[in-house]
């Protein structure tokens, strides 16, 4: 497999499992709006993981299609950062997932959108589009809850504190990607840091919320090796298509 | 094939789209182009968003008006490229779409609005009025924000910049 097509299944599964954990407040959400806002977002993020396992099933030349990726992996094979296979926990935690990923997901695609990868680049130009709706959504709620009530903002910053550790990984440069992004064909994710540290960092003051300290982070997503969750939710992810081979989303 | 590209654009213009039945796959800028290479009749379609449900769907009516067509030979290829994007929508799209009960996304640098954080007055469809407010900027699908005019009272659909 090619390396461009490596980092494409890397973003799909990172879209993959996200919107596979959005969808499930489908139902559930707080109130109705929320609930209608994380079911769009699931479905940009599938929308997104579609168009790059396509991409993939097209060009890797094996017998794979789209389908066989999303859903015919064991969890060892998917390479999502580990912060988005987490369970979706209460509302708060879920947003500020959303919040610090969008974060880092809108600065990604800014610079995947100058790749010399004709498709990266397309998709890039096309995503962040949707991402960046994403990221003033989750924005506008972390605002609301910080700056909200006794208890919005206890919640708020706990659910903060709890994921920071699991964001170091998203600015690890890793080994498939270090050649690609020397050509230009993908961002090098260590020059991100600097830039969510201070968007981060005002949207949390603005908040009145406090800035986690950055200690020792989880890692090992990119690399397959998983939170005990990844199984729990393919379980339930890959459910039809196991019970009813070869069916087509 | 007997048709010039001109007359399959125009074959296009029949089909509408499954969500907003009001526009067809043309003015609302989802055909992108239409190549004939030989005799062979390619359309080119771009989504609206990644997620969009209605593609499929528009895909298969594409299909579907050329083989009423009677034309044999063709292709729908979906193209990423450049980005689909509100400003597309032709002026008429814009009129039909607020008589519909939609209002109709601002023209121009939808990005840098979005950016800046800032929302221009969208008229109520209903009263015109431009005492309205955002209820939530996700909708009734991935295209559109919810809105209420506080004139009037009637919530709405906004079809939100992209």
């Known amino acids: 497999m090619k390396k461009e097509e490596a980092l494409a299944l890397h973003l799909a599964d990172n879209n993959l499992i996200l919107g596979q954990r959005l969808a499930e407040w489908c139902g559930h959400g707080p109130v109705l709006e929320e609930d209608i806002a994380l079911s769009n977002m699931a479905l940009d993020y599938i929308g997104q993981a579609t168009l790059l396992f396509k991409h993939v099933a097209e060009t890797s030349g094996d017998a794979k299609t789209e389908d066989d990726w999303a859903f015919l992996r064991d969890a060892w094979d998917y390479k999502n950062f580990l912060a988005l296979e987490l369970p979706n926990g209460d509302y708060a935690f879920t947003i500020s997932r959303q919040y610090l990923y969008s974060e880092w997901y809108n600065l990604y695609l800014t610079e995947l959108s100058k790749s010399s990868n004709t498709f990266l680049q397309e998709f890039a130009l096309k995503s962040v589009k949707e ?3 994403h990221l003033q959504h989750g924005r506008d709620w972390v605002l609301r ?27 690890i440069p890793n080994t498939n ?17 600097q830039t969510w540290m201070e968007n981060v960092q005002a949207t949390l003051n603005e908040a009145t919320l406090q800035m986690p300290v950055s200690g020792w982070m989880h890692k090992g997503g990119r690399e397959g090796k998983h939170t005990e969750h990844l199984g729990h939710l393919l379980s339930e992810l890959q459910f039809v298509q196991r019970a009813y081979p070869n069916s087509k989303w | 094939m007997n048709y010039t ?6 074959f296009l213009k029949e089909v509408e789209d499954p969500e907003i039945p009001v526009l067809n796959v043309v003015e609302m800028g989802i055909v992108r182009d239409v ?16 997620g969009c449900p209605a593609m499929h769907a528009i895909e298969q009516d594409v299909r579907e008006m050329l083989v009423e067509m009677h034309i044999e030979d063709f292709d729908v290829k979906t193209i990423l490229s450049p980005a689909w994007t509100t400003d597309w929508m032709t002026e008429e799209a814009r009129v039909k779409l607020e008589e519909y009960g939609i209002a109709p996304p601002q023209k121009g640098s939808a990005d840098k609005n979005l950016l800046m954080g800032k929302l221009r007055d969208v008229r109520c469809p209903r009263c015109k009025s431009s005492q309205t407010s955002m209820v939530s900027q996700f909708g009734s699908t991935a295209c559109k924000s919810l809105y209420k005019c506080e004139d009037c009272k009637e919530p709405f659909d906004y079809f939100k910049c992209i």
């Open chain 1, 145 to 171: 809850m910080g700056d909200g009530t006794e208890e919005s903002h206890a919640r708020i910053q706990k659910a903060v504190n709890d994921i920071w550790n699991y964001t170091g990984e998203w600015f």
């Open chain 1, 177 to 193: 990607d270090t050649d690609i992004s020397a050509s230009g064909i993908c961002p090098n994710v260590e020059s991100l840091h």
């Open chain 2, 5 to 10: 590209i001109q007359e399959i654009w125009e």
């Open chain 2, 35 to 50: 190549q004939l290479e030989d005799n062979k009749v390619i359309v080119f379609i771009t989504p609206t968003y990644s």
């Open chain 1, 131 to 133: 991402v960046r709706y």
